[in-house]
């Protein structure tokens, strides 16, 4: 019993720290994309970061001779990779062009909410009071962020529309993703959706070639790096992350970079936060440590007769025990899981 302990724990922890993973270098993004999106236009620096990532993906698949998902992931990996590859990749750039920093990171910070949502209702995902409680707060310190860092310009409706319309394809993708990790490895639904979303941005090809010749080297390298890092291993950690645990406290856990962006921003651009920016990424921090804890178990009682110290219900009655964060081992499968498939 102790080494079952044991092996959740190491379990618990290694993803928890594939999703710390995939928060940092989602977080350094906001920078490169900055010095990218100088040089290139939404729909060019999206495919030439897909391109970069499908690039490196297939490498490491080709070595691991990860091969083909199964034909029952193909659905999942389809979606996400339409929706959170590619149709949200281009959304967020372009509306990113329209409003300033503050209002897009408010507008598109509405995704985990609708993740936490959509799994409840497709995924049959539980909603307990630690993580309704740990998003509530960090919604609010993400709000707060966008408040001290939005400039006088002024955002226009057509920015706003596109900021949510990313957040809403970012909660669908991510939603998706999940039932097919129950059949495929993470770098498997990782690469074959990179692909599907290279495929559906292809008509920017043109553009992508015609801006990469007149494109400064640095603005180049940037666009690489959205490829290898923050898209090929973030993405990657993130699905590693989400087959162990549920799509609403993963989605919380996002609520994170603001935060990280607000202190890379001030070491790599020298911008200085204000005490409001400062106070409201404290408050994303703290709400992910909410969302990510669970509670502490109760010791046993010992009555006469009982099971012996350290045994649980489920090994009394022979029923499955509950994988990392109360989440089902990956591969089983319910109610919910199985609407996810058919109707997601």
Same mark, same amino acid.
Request: proline letters at 6%.
């Given at each position: 019993?102790?080494?079952?302990?044991?092996?959740?724990?190491?379990?618990?922890?290694?993803?928890?720290?594939?999703?710390?993973?995939?928060?940092?270098?989602?977080?350094?993004?906001?920078?490169?994309?900055?010095?990218?999106?100088?040089?290139?236009?939404?729909?060019?620096?999206?495919?030439?970061?897909?391109?970069?990532?499908?690039?490196?993906?297939?490498?490491?698949?080709?070595?691991?001779?990860?091969?083909?998902?199964?034909?029952?992931?193909?659905?999942?990996?389809?979606?996400?990779?339409?929706?959170?590859?590619?149709?949200?990749?281009?959304?967020?750039?372009?509306?990113?062009?329209?409003?300033?920093?503050?209002?897009?990171?408010?507008?598109?910070?509405?995704?985990?909410?609708?993740?936490?949502?959509?799994?409840?209702?497709?995924?049959?995902?539980?909603?307990?009071?630690?993580?309704?409680?740990?998003?509530?707060?960090?919604?609010?310190?993400?709000?707060?962020?966008?408040?001290?860092?939005?400039?006088?310009?002024?955002?226009?409706?057509?920015?706003?529309?596109?900021?949510?319309?990313?957040?809403?394809?970012?909660?669908?993708?991510?939603?998706?993703?999940?039932?097919?990790?129950?059949?495929?490895?993470?770098?498997?639904?990782? %690469?074959?959706?990179?692909?599907?979303?290279?495929?559906?941005?292809?008509?920017?090809?043109?553009?992508?070639?015609?801006?990469?010749?007149?494109?400064?080297?640095?603005?180049?390298?940037?666009?690489?790096?959205?490829?290898?890092?923050?898209?090929?291993?973030?993405?990657?950690?993130?699905?590693?992350?989400?087959?162990?645990?549920?799509?609403?406290?993963?989605?919380? %856990?996002?609520?994170?970079?603001?935060?990280?962006?607000?202190?890379?921003?001030?070491?790599?651009?020298?911008?200085?936060?204000?005490?409001?920016?400062?106070?409201?990424?404290?408050?994303?921090?703290?709400?992910?440590?909410?969302?990510?804890?669970?509670?502490?178990?109760?010791?046993?009682?010992?009555?006469?007769?009982?099971?012996?110290?350290?045994?649980?219900?489920?090994?009394? %009655?022979?029923?499955?025990?509950?994988?990392?964060?109360?989440?089902?081992?990956?591969?089983? %499968?319910?109610?919910?899981?199985?609407?996810?498939?058919?109707?997601?």
């Amino acid at each position: 019993m102790n080494s079952a302990r044991r092996a959740e724990r190491r379990t618990r922890g290694a993803a928890a720290g594939a999703a710390a993973v995939s928060v940092v270098l989602w977080a350094s993004a906001f920078v490169s994309i900055r010095s990218a999106g100088d040089a290139y236009s939404p729909g060019a620096l999206a495919l030439g970061r897909l391109l970069s990532g499908v690039a490196v993906l297939g490498i490491v698949c080709a070595v691991r001779r990860e091969g083909w998902p199964p034909r029952s992931a193909w659905r999942g990996i389809a979606i996400s990779g339409v929706l959170w590859f590619g149709f949200y990749m281009v959304v967020l750039n372009w509306g990113e062009q329209q409003v300033d920093a503050g209002t897009a990171a408010m507008v598109v910070n509405i995704g985990p909410i609708l993740i936490a949502l959509l799994g409840a209702r497709l995924l049959g995902d539980l909603l307990p009071p630690r993580l309704v409680t740990g998003m509530a707060v960090s919604f609010a310190g993400a709000v707060t962020v966008g408040l001290s860092m939005s400039g006088e310009g002024g955002s226009s409706v057509l920015g706003v529309v596109l900021c949510l319309l990313a957040a809403v394809g970012y909660a669908g993708g991510v939603v998706a993703q999940k039932p097919a990790l129950a059949r495929a490895s993470a770098l498997q639904v990782t %690469t074959f959706g990179c692909a599907i979303g290279a495929v559906v941005c292809l008509p920017f090809a043109g553009r992508l070639v015609r801006e990469t010749a007149e494109a400064p080297l640095s603005a180049t390298l940037n666009m690489v790096y959205l490829g290898v890092f923050p898209t090929a291993l973030a993405f990657t950690t993130w699905a590693y992350a989400l087959a162990r645990t549920t799509a609403g406290r993963m989605g919380a %856990t996002t609520y994170a970079v603001p935060a990280l962006v607000v202190g890379m921003s001030w070491l790599a651009l020298g911008e200085v936060p204000a005490p409001l920016t400062l106070a409201g990424g404290a408050l994303c921090l703290a709400g992910v440590a909410v969302s990510r804890s669970g509670p502490r178990a109760a010791p046993p009682v010992p009555t006469a007769g009982a099971a012996p110290a350290g045994a649980t219900g489920a090994e009394m %009655t022979g029923a499955s025990p509950a994988g990392p964060s109360g989440a089902k081992t990956p591969g089983t %499968t319910t109610a919910g899981a199985a609407g996810a498939e058919t109707g997601t």
